[in-house]
């Protein structure tokens, strides 16, 4: 848990960085979710993936998030 912590806030700073739009967007929210997933290799298969972010998120209607091009 304590490696995703850092990864997620790692990238989160440096998305805030190259893409300053982001961080006035998610000004005093967390830009991951809380949890996080794991599993080994071994036991994973492709439709336990599909299941997990089929079940994992919640469509949000006003999220209009969009990347434009350099």
């Given at each position: 848990?304590?490696?995703?912590?850092?990864?997620?806030?790692?990238?989160?700073?440096?998305?805030?960085?190259?893409?300053?739009?982001?961080?006035?967007r998610?000004?005093?929210?967390?830009?991951?979710?809380?949890?996080?997933f794991?599993?080994?290799?071994?036991q994973?298969?492709e439709?336990?993936?599909?299941?997990?972010?089929?079940?994992?998120?919640?469509?949000?209607?006003n999220?209009?998030?969009?990347?434009?091009?350099?």
């Amino acid at each position: 848990s304590e490696i995703m912590r850092r990864i997620k806030g790692r990238t989160a700073s440096r998305l805030f960085e190259e893409f300053p739009h982001l961080k006035k967007r998610y000004w005093g929210q967390h830009f991951w979710a809380r949890g996080y997933f794991c599993a080994t290799v071994g036991q994973m298969t492709e439709e336990m993936i599909k299941q997990y972010l089929e079940h994992h998120f919640e469509p949000n209607p006003n999220d209009n998030f969009k990347m434009e091009p350099d």
